[in-house]
Structure formats: C-alpha cells, structure tokens
C-alpha cells in the first residue's frame, strides 16, 4: 500500500517512511492511498471472534500487504495485552473503558501498536531505532511505557524540571532498560526546542537514526479503530451504535470513522467537546476557524487547531454536509461536567473521569433528542489520573489507585539532569547514544 499526504496527493510513499517520518514534508498528514473495507465473510462472523483476532483482522486490511501475517498478529497481540470492557449504565447508555492499559489511558493502544511497528519495520537495520520526544506529562509516558522492553528500539524523554506531576515524573524515570529520561533545567518549549534541533542536526539525526513518536502518525490511528468492533458486537444483534467521543485532536473519532468505512454498522458519531469547540462550531456552522487552547478540567482535550482535523475531511471528500450528516457535535463547560460526574456517581454509582464525563453529557443529549438510540461512550482514561477534580466531586481519596500506577510510585527516580543549552545536549548524545 502506498500513502500520500493530504496536501499533496502525489506526495507519495510507501509503508515504512509514512511511519518512520510521522509527518509528510509538507506538514500534510499521511493518508492510505485507498481505504480497506473487511469482507462480507468478516462481518458474518464478527460478533463470536475474540477482541484479537478483530483487531488481527483489521490491522491485516491496512497493512497485510506490507507486513507478513505472522509479524502482524504478534504485533496485534503484543498490543492488546488488556482488554476494553463495555459497561451499561442502563440498556441504552454504555461505557466503554478504554483505560485499561499501562498509562491508564486509551492512547496505550495507539502508542503500543506503533512501537511494536516500528520495531518490525526496522529489524534488519543494524542500528538501533532511537526515539526522541519532549513531554509536558502524559505523552511521555504513554510512548516510554509503549517501548519498554521492545527490542531494537530505545526512547530518550526530555521534560522540564519541576514541572511535571510526581507520578508522571515516575512514569517517564523509573521504568529503566531502553527508556532514558533527561531532567532538563528549563521549560517544556525548551525541551521541544532541543528534540526539534536535534532532528535538524542532519548529521546526528542520520548517524542515530532517529524517530519521533507523534501523535498524528497513522499508526496511532488503525489501532484505536480494533475497539469500535469489538464494543459494538456487544449490543443486541442488529442494534447500531452511536459512538460518542470526548475529543481533543480528534484522532479518536478518525479511527471510528476508519471502522465504519472498514464495513462497521454505525447509526451516528458525537463529537463530544468542553469549552474547546472548534469542531462542534464548524459542524454548526460550516465555518472551520481554530483558535487558541483554553484550559478546562478535562485537559487532554484542550486543543485549538486538532491535527486530525484535514483527515476527517479528506474522509468526506471535503463535504461539510456529508461530515454533518454522519457526527453531531456539542460541547460542555466544567460546571456541567462537574455535576456529570457527581450524578453519574450518585444515579449508577460509577467513577467517570472528567473526559468521560463530558462524553456522557453528549450522549444524554443525543439520546434526548433521539428516543431509541443505544450509545457507547468512550471512557479514555481512568478517573485516578485527576485526583484534584474527582476528589473535589466525589470526596478526598475517593477513586482508588490502580494497583499498576501505584506500584511505579514505589520505584526510585532515575533521571540524567541537563541544562538547557543545545551543545550540552548534543554532547550528552553523542557519548551516550552514538
Ligand atoms: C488524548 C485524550 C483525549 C483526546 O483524544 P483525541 O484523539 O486527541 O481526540 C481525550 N481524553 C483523554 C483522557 C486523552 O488522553
């Protein structure tokens, strides 16, 4: 399979430099040259086949003409190493869990699956693959947790001192092996400043072959579509599920939409948003205009200009009325996500995290308008993540710690300390990495 880039549709390149470079030249996004659809006989059996085999199944229509199948199911099954279980609220109103993963947050599938790829696709090089990435918490930990202990690659994190949470802190230090953390004496943009310098460093960026692990790289997006299949086989036979996400960059809702097109019976996506909503607006009005983040208490999803935002489009052929008739949008602010958490604890008495919650407010509102509808929600992270709002909410301490989270807060910090300056870090490179 060949990919292009959507802005440039004879930029085009194969399998491996789509996922190695993440980002096209030309700051497009890569896209496959044609979109897979699974096989009538797939869909006949899909509602008795494991959450691996589906995810085996769908990983093989994007990429089993470039990856033997043996390679791809260890892949598939080195990534779902947990699994993602629907819980009904009541029979129409279900939650999907996706934070069941290592970092407690949907964005393990993506990370793993993509660590495990990249691994494959550089095997026969001699030299090990070195991923760089600056992180201001929760990325860091998701790519450094994702690479542990996968052979042929290693991961360098930078953040900035003092500025991380102390559980981030450990997530990114105390895993050890092939995952260096460097403390860096200044602020996140001078983290970012140092990988992005480095990757212009020709010299060292060849010589250490190095990688970034970004969120827009496609292998992220097909992953997180494996579980839009495996939920909505869960419902009662010939129900169609409306799917509502809690977005951000919105590469969630693309992998949806992935699935669908892979042949998935979808009655209607939510794009679920907080103050942020740039894409609600857009649905509305027709009008796209990005803006400048505003914090909310559901941070992950604080974004002004999503990157996954060209892809949707080029998904609909640029029609904002074919996107509108397939996604509702609507947006919340932190007062009535606030209350959602409160009243989804008190009516069911279930922990949602401040994401989620905002996610559960658009599916109340689609059901409203739409008697009938069954929705998955999609829960993307673990309400232990925010122990400030849910403790606020629900009472000190009242969401309890995963024993997975809890056990790296026993482990020591180990952490090399920098200063800002570029040529200390380049030095440092070259006696470490070279
Ligand atoms: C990243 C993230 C989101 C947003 O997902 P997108 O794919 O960027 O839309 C939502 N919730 C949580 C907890 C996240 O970490």
Known sequence: MKYHSTNNASHQVDLKEAILRSLPPDNGLYMPNSLPTLPEDFWKNYRNMSFKEIGFAVASAFFGEDVAAEDLRKIVNGTIEFDAPLVALS?????????HGPTLAFKDFGARFMARLMAHLTKNEDRMLTVLVATSGDTGGAVASAFHNVPGTRVVILYPKGKVSGLQEKQLTALGGNITALEIDGSFDDCQA?????????????RMNLTSANSINLSRLVPQSFYYIHSARQLPEGVKPVFVVPSGNFGNLTAGLLAKQLGLPVEHFVAATNRNDVVPAYLEKGEYLPRPSVATISNAMDVGAPSNFVRMQALFGNSWNEMKSNISGMSFSDDETRVAIREVKSKFGYQIDPHGAVGWLAARQYRKEHPGSMTITLETAHPAKFPDVMDAELGKDSVEIPARLAILANQPKVATALNKDWQTFRDWLTANIL
């Open 194 to 206: 140092l990988v992005k310098q480095a990757f212009l460093d020709r010299e060292l960026s060849e």
């Open 91 to 99: 029979p129409d109103d279900h939650i999907l869990e996706l934070f």
